[in-house]
């Protein structure tokens, strides 16, 4: 989805977009834009024996089996000038593929190594947020090593009685919230099934094996396939150190194990799997996520901040599956509170090495408290993303804040010293075709829409296709009741007419027109 947004929304008379895809084995691919059009990574590969899994369950490069062109890093200079990151969770946000395009001297979008390594870092993000900000938050962990030879009983009571309930289980190097868990009652079945999973382990009894149905062992291998329920393929039967590839190999394991013996414990885990969890208080406030941006000194900016509500915890089936969770833009609470999550923000986005743009998600408490965690250094590209509403809200639609991201990333990159002549050189082609857009910019093109959601819908995608294309300025005009009314872009993102209607009769927060006026040198490089 990510990447998809990207390739549509970046301008074409900026840019040339090559397509890459990095496969599950870390290869990588240039596909042609319908490869984009499949409605998942799964969906673009056969079936393996009846189930739909990604190319790490195949022993051949299925994906150059279908005619993809493979590309080394050897090779990307012959491709591409810049890689345009779309990529999320290990290897993506931690400064691994950052690393190997600096190796490559490819310039890339984001944070750089050290934000990256950090922000992917849940226990030691937490020690670092609390010396910036002073915040006190109570937490835990422990290794696998350490769990598998504990009394389970005996500490998840001294964790109680340090945390209290709930609790809040993590895997410390995840992303959209995968391995993380609420315990909410004092249940040490539902606890130990927690930490389970967020180690990335799954057990399964033999006796109950044996019970299962063909087609419930079937459901069970593909489930585990689930990226976000499941721990994913490859996997090791830690109980032999086979590796397991595919359900299928799964299914005949277990039966082979279970029928040798029936009374034992089956463990596999992912090879992937975390080594430590993290253990947190449940903090109980208002919910936001914030994003920054900076401007050519490094000075942080943050931008409007996004409270999530209406949902028990946001998730990744919140965040991607359900539209339960609602947002509001500020914080439903005063000036200044929305101030104080501002000013905690850029604090920690600048002294954690962060640059270029990120999201950091918090608790606004009822004590009036703000606390930090899960500094985001890649946030979600997807059109639900809300980097980009709070982007909207300083005069920035898709295409304006694509292009912000690419140039000011440029200017991080020539910060590390590295390849400095030509990324400069970049940097000034850049600015060179931005100002001159500014000085010759392109004909208005109107884009007018009745009161209806569909209405809105369709001028919201033709707006975004015209921007991204680059030759016209779309201009979105909602005609009701022979009144014909210019629908600036920080309304860009409302969901419905009703919610369009409903801004537009509205006074704008103080805190939106502060934070617009404060990037406005920022914005003004990019808005014509």
């Known amino acids: 989805m990510g990447g998809r947004t990207a390739y549509e929304c970046l301008d074409k008379s900026l840019f040339e977009p090559v397509l890459v895809f990095v496969s599950g084995w870390g290869r990588f691919y240039k596909v042609e834009p319908e490869f984009l059009q499949k409605d998942s990574i799964r969906a673009s590969l056969p079936q393996l024996d009846g189930f739909s899994v990604y190319d790490e369950s195949f022993e051949d490069d299925v994906f150059a089996d279908e005619g993809m062109e493979a590309i080394e890093p050897d090779w990307f200079e012959e491709h591409f000038d810049m890689a345009f990151l779309a990529m999320h969770g290990p290897d993506c946000e931690d400064g691994a ?3 190997l395009l600096e190796w490559h001297k490819i310039p890339y979008t984001g944070p750089g190594l050290m934000g990256s390594a950090v922000g992917i870092n849940k226990i030691l993000q937490n020690e670092l947020i609390a010396l910036v900000t002073g915040q006190e938050k109570k937490t835990a962990t422990i290794s696998r090593d350490a769990w598998d030879s504990s009394d389970k009983g005996a500490f998840f009571s001294s964790l109680v009685a340090h945390l209290g309930l709930p609790v809040v289980v993590k895997a410390p190097h995840q992303g959209s919230s995968i391995g993380v868990k609420i315990i909410r009652e004092n249940d040490l079945d539902a606890f130990c099934k927690a930490v389970e999973t967020c180690f990335f382990t799954v ?3 033999a006796s109950e094996w044996l019970d299962m149905s063909e087609a419930d ?19 090791v039967l830690e109980n032999t150190g086979d590796y397991i590839l595919s359900p299928v190999e799964l299914v005949g394991m277990l039966d082979s194990l279970a029928e040798e013996a029936p009374d034992s414990l089956m463990v596999f885990a992912s090879v992937d799997a975390e080594d430590d969890l993290l253990f947190e208080e449940f903090i109980s406030g208002q919910e936001f996520s914030c994003g920054v941006i900076q401007d050519d000194d490094g000075t942080a900016i943050a931008l409007p901040p996004t409270e999530i509500f209406n949902a028990e915890a946001f998730d990744f089936q919140t965040k991607y599956k359900t539209n339960v969770a609602k947002k509001s833009i500020p914080v439903r609470t005063s000036l200044e509170n929305n101030r104080l999550i501002q000013e905690s923000v850029a604090a920690v986005f600048k002294r954690l090495g962060i ?17 930090l965690h899960d500094p985001n250094t890649i946030p ?12 909207a809200e300083i005069g920035m639609n898709f295409t304006d804040s694509l292009t912000y991201l690419v140039r000011q990333s440029l200017r991080e990159r020539i910060r590390t010293g590295k390849d400095t002549f030509r990324l400069k050189q970049l940097l000034a ?12 910019p392109a004909p208005e093109k109107l884009v007018p829409f009745g009161p209806t959601d569909d209405a809105w819908t369709k001028a919201r995608t033709l707006y975004h296709r015209t921007a991204a294309f680059g030759e016209e300025r779309p201009v979105l005009v909602y005609q009701n009741n022979d009144t ?3 629908i600036p872009v920080n309304l860009l993102f409302k969901d419905t007419i009703a919610d369009l209607e409903t801004a537009l009769t509205t006074p704008r927060h103080p805190l939106l027109i502060e934070t617009d006026e404060r990037a406005r040198h920022i914005t003004e490089r990019y808005l014509i």
């Open 355 to 371: 640059n270029v743009y990120s999201r950091i998600d918090g608790f606004l408490t009822p004590t009036g408290k703000v606390l």
């Open 97 to 99: 593929i950052q690393g």
């Open 429 to 440: 082609e850049l600015d060179d075709r931005l100002a001159e857009r500014k000085a010759n």
């Open 380 to 391: 979600g590209m997807s059109p639900a993303s809300l980097i980009f509403k709070q982007m």
């Open 203 to 205: 057990s399964m009894p």
């Open 484 to 486: 014909e009314i210019t």
């Open 217 to 235: 062992k079937d459901k069970y291998a593909q489930d585990v396939a689930q990226l976000d329920s499941g721990i994913g393929y490859p996997l």
